[in-house]
């Protein structure tokens, strides 16, 4: 089976911290991986994607997402979270399907940042 | 500029009532899909079309239809037979993906919130 696990439902940061939100795959090949971020009652930005090239993939607002095949993890990170940063994220994996490529997606995580 | 553009932002049907959510993109996309989004679940694929005339079901297709007449427009219409419509439908677009190597990204419209009233 293929799929993608957002490992957190929410998480929650002070402003100026680290922020780390974790995604895990199950696909029989070499995905095409994704986050997307969304702001209450908006549609959905995407932040970074991965397609087989360097495995260190930078993205939109300073965020960062490493492709790791062994672990079939791709975690997204942030040296330091900025109040704007609080909105729903969405790893999402591609999978074959019916002569083409479907996108599915994580349940989400909610990043809360503090004060 | 280039877009994805959903209309209503917000929607009010009554009961037994069908309502149609617009979806129009200028990018030029092959493939567009409706999503239906839920308060802290995932997006759930309704509908996805690859070519003009052409589309299929998605995971949840049931009391919902689709036409797709034009490479820009995939109307996406809530019937009386979705006994639970309420809930955030995301339009989305993007390069034709059949066949190819590696898999575009989705450009997604603002959402259109449909309440039954």
């Known amino acids: 089976a293929q799929s993608v696990t957002q490992l957190d439902s929410h998480v929650s940061v002070s402003e100026g911290t680290p922020v780390l939100l974790r995604c895990n795959y199950s696909?029989?090949?070499?995905?095409?991986l994704f986050w997307y971020v969304q702001h209450p009652n908006k549609g959905l930005q995407l932040l970074l994607k991965?397609?087989?090239?360097?495995?260190l993939v930078k993205g939109i607002n300073g965020f960062e997402a490493e492709f790791k095949k062994s672990e079939t993890s791709f975690h997204l990170t942030k040296p330091s979270a900025h109040m704007s940063d609080a909105a729903e994220y969405f790893c999402?994996?591609?999978?074959?399907?019916?002569?083409?490529?479907?996108?599915?997606f994580g349940s989400g995580t909610r990043l809360l940042v503090r004060p | 500029d280039g877009g994805i553009t959903q209309s209503p932002k917000y929607l009010f049907r009554k009961e037994g009532q069908n309502v149609t959510l617009s979806c129009e993109q200028n990018?030029?996309?092959?493939?567009m899909y409706w999503y239906r989004q839920d308060p802290g679940q995932g997006l759930r694929l309704i509908y996805y079309?690859?070519?003009?005339?052409?589309?299929q079901k998605g995971d949840i297709a049931e009391g919902y239809s689709v036409s797709r007449e034009k490479k820009e427009s995939f109307p996406l219409t809530v019937t009386s037979a979705q006994k639970n419509p309420t809930a955030f439908y995301l339009c989305?677009?993007?390069?034709?993906?059949?066949?190819?190597?590696?898999?575009?990204?989705?450009?997604f419209g603002q959402g259109t919130r449909l309440t039954v009233v």
């Open positions: 991965y397609t087989s090239a360097a495995t």
């Open positions: 990018l030029n996309h092959d493939a």
């Open positions: 696909s029989s090949y070499s995905p095409s």
């Open positions: 999402v994996v591609t999978l074959w399907m019916d002569s083409s490529y479907k996108l599915i």
């Open positions: 989305a677009s993007s390069w034709d993906n059949q066949g190819e190597s590696f898999p575009t990204e989705a450009f």
């Open positions: 079309s690859q070519i003009v005339n052409d589309f």
